[in-house]
């Protein structure tokens, strides 16, 4: 099922938790809205589900307008943050809750329930009351109760937040792979963009209510649209640069920043500033100032951090920010102590300027 | 969605309109009756002015004031050392004495009172053996009695409160006064107390309440000891044409103190409670065997002599009787077949009373319970106020508001049982809404969220999902009105009439006219029907039902 959203607004109060927001969302895919707490994320979610109604803007689920079917009738599943597990009924009863209000027949709920508890790993657990379950089988039992309705969409917030890192890291995976099986389409909430990137075939960034940026997870990180993109999807140097020049044919962008010359690719720029993003790991360690090209500059070990399988350096930089870089799988050799000068390159081929 | 949100203005609606009329008008009538001149019917201070010219009505206040302030300091006095020893030292059998202690303050005062009064009173067992042997007791009439009564009946508020900020200590607070340098007995004046003192605090103030507004005790043992809630009683009752102004004079007063009371406790004390998350409570320490033993003594004593009264009662009802003499040691049962056969129906009136009056609560409690904790706001918050208020109105001054307000005019209610259950209903909602929001308060509104996400409307969703969860709140609350309705004379006393006479009355009036046999037959009834339901509860869900008085 497709999901539609357009020009949703919702207020609370004179807040705009969330602000005029237009998403596509195609059948079956695994859809991720992903922002800081406060971002209008899970509010937007709960506007899909029905618990509030927009102030403005439209929903549909494929060509039909739902804006005014009520929460109970909408036919999505939902896995809640806290699991809401009804705390007085047995596994069991918890799954079959929403098959038995839509009046199945016993033999087919049994069935139903039975299937699905296999496949979310739960056997033997049917009778066991919520509270003596761990907060894994909890979540199990959650998303087994969401899905066994067979719902068009599936609505999840923040599902793995209550969860130790190590069971989170597993739990996704398996929340991907019974979403690849039943291909039904996915709408999740997180704070997490390492979890977002794990799981998602399309991930919406917002911020403060607002839409930043919608696009596939590597589409996001390398190509992102504006600073705030750039910094919650992953690490990010930004850096901002004068306009001197502009090479049309083989679009590619001279600037200058602290008496330093650079070449970049990218676009016409809009104005006399451009504003870069660059990963920490696109920078690169050289020799020295003729080692390899262009955008080459120097600066002093401030401090770094040896985590193994990569280093990572904080550098005075240009207009005095520092620069982060990580090195990965760096020769015992080459390690630079606090103080010392090192030469590093900007990649002068990576598209690295961005919509500030 | 917005049909849902419509069907609970409506109800909301309801509830302002019922509580309007069953507390907040009485009141406002009374206040307005207390400045009428009863003979002009004109604007008057008349009443007040009484109150402070005649030195008789200023007494009632500082015997008021007097009994109120000695019961609490000796209910502190017991009930602190109680709490400290019990929560913090090994004792044999403390379970059973925990449990026992907390006793007292459900079983009703006044047959508290009628026990003494079988004991030490002019006709009493330990009277007349005393004088056998020529030793002559201090008479239990007046405020001695009364002290020693309420004394004995609400020490166990404040062993509980201070012992529940005791157990919510963490050990790591005293370990680490101690790290700090501190000695043992510095760790308890330094810490130790400072962080129980709002409990010892609240539980005083919960003494003084319950003491100033009783009015059982003092009417059987004070005499001509008068207090303000007993001369209210007497004002109004003397009446019949007589000075309802004058009564409702003593009312407003007696309410000014109890509302003052309340609002002092809610807004200045509650708001010093530490609240503190216990991982690892207090060490209990293992004393050697004199101070056990010692400690021991003093908690088991204060148990029996808190219960030993209302032993004497169920063996007086067993005992053969003759008006106020007692055969102690001759068996009849006598009493318990008048009781049954001869004068059934204030025992039917009882239990139909404070059934009707509990089904209505339990209704009420739920939805009310519900408006407060979900659908929060300022509207709410005056909600609250509303229906706790009658927590803060002594059951005497609720009597005679009720009955003033509702003896004439479009709406008559006194006289009828009606205008009962009203005042029971009203007067012990507030204990189902405590047991029934805490519950919910602990519901995340997720969980009913998840089941109209299943794909069941709101209000089924509420009665298939959030109903169930809050049952035990709602049985425990149910289960507190009903028995504290039974055990309710305050505002029974003002508000029954001839063929609805409960057994609280019918033990009032016998203990009043010296037969206390039929009394202790009524009065163990009471006893048994109160001890059963809390007991059964205590097994099944292993609450501590006083705890949610």
Request: glycine share 8%; hydrophobic share 50%; net charge positive.
């Amino acid at each position: 099922m497709r999901v539609e959203l357009t020009n949703i607004t919702k207020l609370f109060g004179p807040l705009k938790a969330v602000d005029n927001v237009s998403l596509t969302i195609g059948e079956g895919d695994f859809f991720t809205l992903l922002g800081p707490s406060g971002c209008g994320k899970t509010t937007l979610l709960r506007t899909i589900a029905g618990f509030y109604n927009p102030d403005a803007g439209e929903i549909r689920f494929g060509e039909r307008l739902i804006n005014h079917i009520p929460a109970h009738r909408r036919e999505t599943g939902m896995v809640f943050q806290n699991y809401a597990l009804f705390p007085h009924l047995s596994v069991f009863d918890n799954i079959a809750y929403g098959l038995r209000a839509r009046k199945i027949p016993k033999p087919e709920i049994a069935l139903r329930v039975g299937r699905i508890i296999k496949n979310v790993q739960l056997d033997g657990l049917e009778n066991r009351a919520p509270s003596k379950l761990s907060g894994g089988q909890q979540q199990r039992v959650a998303l087994a109760r969401a899905l066994v309705i067979s719902p068009q969409i599936l609505l999840m917030d923040e599902p793995l937040s209550n969860l130790d890192a190590k069971l989170r890291v597993n739990m996704r995976e398996e929340i991907r792979r019974i979403q690849k099986e039943l291909g039904i389409t996915t709408i999740y909430v997180t704070h997490d963009q390492e979890e977002a990137m794990a799981v998602s075939d399309r991930i919406a960034i917002l911020n403060r209510g607002r839409l930043e940026q919608v696009g596939a997870p590597a589409e996001i990180y390398y190509r992102p649209e504006s600073r705030f993109a750039a910094e919650f999807m992953g690490s990010s140097n930004i850096i901002e640069m004068d306009v001197t020049g502009w090479d049309e044919d083989h679009s590619r962008i001279a600037a200058e920043t602290d008496g330093q010359r650079f070449s970049l690719r990218g676009e016409k720029p809009s104005g006399p500033r451009i504003t870069l993003s660059v990963r920490p790991e696109w920078i690169r360690v050289v020799a020295g100032p003729r080692d390899g090209g262009a955008n080459i500059l120097p600066g002093t070990v401030l401090s770094s951090t040896f985590l193994g399988s990569m280093i990572r350096y904080r550098i005075s930089g240009p207009g005095g920010k520092p620069v982060v870089i990580e090195v990965h799988d760096p020769d015992e050799g080459d390690i630079r102590k606090d103080g010392e000068t090192l030469w590093y390159q900007l990649p002068p081929d990576r598209p690295l300027v961005i919509r500030d | 969605m917005r049909k849902y949100f419509q069907a609970w203005n409506i109800i909301l609606v309801a509830i302002f309109v019922i509580l309007f009329f069953a507390v907040l008008y009485p009141i406002l009538y009374i206040f307005k009756a207390s400045f009428v001149n009863p003979e002009t019917g004109a604007f008057s201070l008349k009443s007040y002015a009484t109150f402070l010219h005649y030195p008789y009505y200023l007494r009632c206040l500082r015997n008021s004031l007097f009994v109120s302030t000695l019961s609490t300091v000796f209910a502190l006095a017991i009930g602190i050392p109680f709490a400290f020893f019990l929560s913090r030292y090994r004792i044999p059998g403390k379970n059973i004495i925990r449990t026992l202690g907390t006793l007292p303050l459900i079983l009703p005062t006044f047959i508290g009172a009628e026990a003494w009064l079988i004991l030490l009173g002019r006709n009493g067992l330990f009277a007349k053996m005393f004088h056998g042997i020529g030793i002559e007791i201090p008479s239990i009439y007046g405020w001695k009695g009364i002290v020693l009564v309420f004394t004995l009946q609400f020490f166990p508020f404040v062993f509980l409160m201070v012992s529940a900020a005791l157990n919510a200590i963490d050990r790591s607070l005293e370990e680490a006064a101690t790290n700090l340098g501190a000695g043992r007995l510095r760790v308890f004046f330094t810490v130790t107390l400072p962080v129980v003192t709002p409990a010892i605090l609240s539980g005083a103030l919960v003494v003084f309440y319950l003491c100033i507004e009783n009015f059982g005790v003092p009417v059987l043992i004070g005499e001509d000891f008068r207090v303000l809630s007993v001369q209210a009683y007497n004002e109004f009752i003397s009446e019949l044409g007589g000075n309802p102004s004058m009564a409702g004079a003593l009312s407003m007063i007696l309410l000014a103190i109890t509302l003052g009371l309340t609002i002092f406790q809610k807004y200045w004390v509650e708001r010093k409670n530490y609240t503190m998350t216990s991982l690892n409570p207090l060490e209990v320490k293992r004393l050697r065997s004199l101070p056990t033993f010692l400690i021991w003594f003093f908690c088991a004593g204060v148990v029996f002599v808190a219960l030993f009264p209302f032993a004497v009662v169920m063996v007086s009802s067993i005992t053969k009787t003759q008006g106020p003499v007692m055969y102690f040691g001759q068996f009849s049962l006598e009493n318990f077949i008048r009781a049954f056969t001869i004068a059934p129906r204030p025992i039917f009136n009882s239990f139909f009373l404070a059934t009707v009056a509990t089904l209505i609560g339990i209704v009420f409690g739920i939805v009310v319970s519900y408006l407060l904790v979900r659908k929060r706001g300022a509207v709410s918050y005056l909600l609250d106020l509303l229906v706790m208020l009658p927590l803060a109105i002594a059951g005497t001054v609720q009597g005679i508001a009720l009955a003033a307000t509702y003896n004439k005019g479009i709406i008559v209610l006194t006289g009828t049982w009606t205008i009962l259950v009203l005042a029971y209903f009203i007067r012990k909602a507030p204990y189902s809404i405590k047991t029934t929001s805490s519950l919910l308060q602990q519901i995340d509104p997720s969980v009913e969220e998840a089941s109209i996400n299943l794909g069941v409307p709101p209000v089924r969703s509420f009665i298939r999902v959030v109903l169930p969860i809050m049952m035990p709140g709602i049985i425990a609350g149910a289960i507190i009105m009903w028995v504290t309705t039974l055990a309710e004379l305050s505002s029974t006393i003002v508000l029954y009439y001839g063929p609805w006479a409960t057994m609280t009355v019918e033990i009032f009036q016998r203990i009043g006219s010296g037969d206390f046999g039929p009394a202790s037959a009524y009065a163990t009834i009471l006893i048994i029907s109160v001890l059963i339901p809390l007991f059964i509860l205590n097994r099944v869900s292993g609450k501590d039902l006083a705890s949610s008085l």
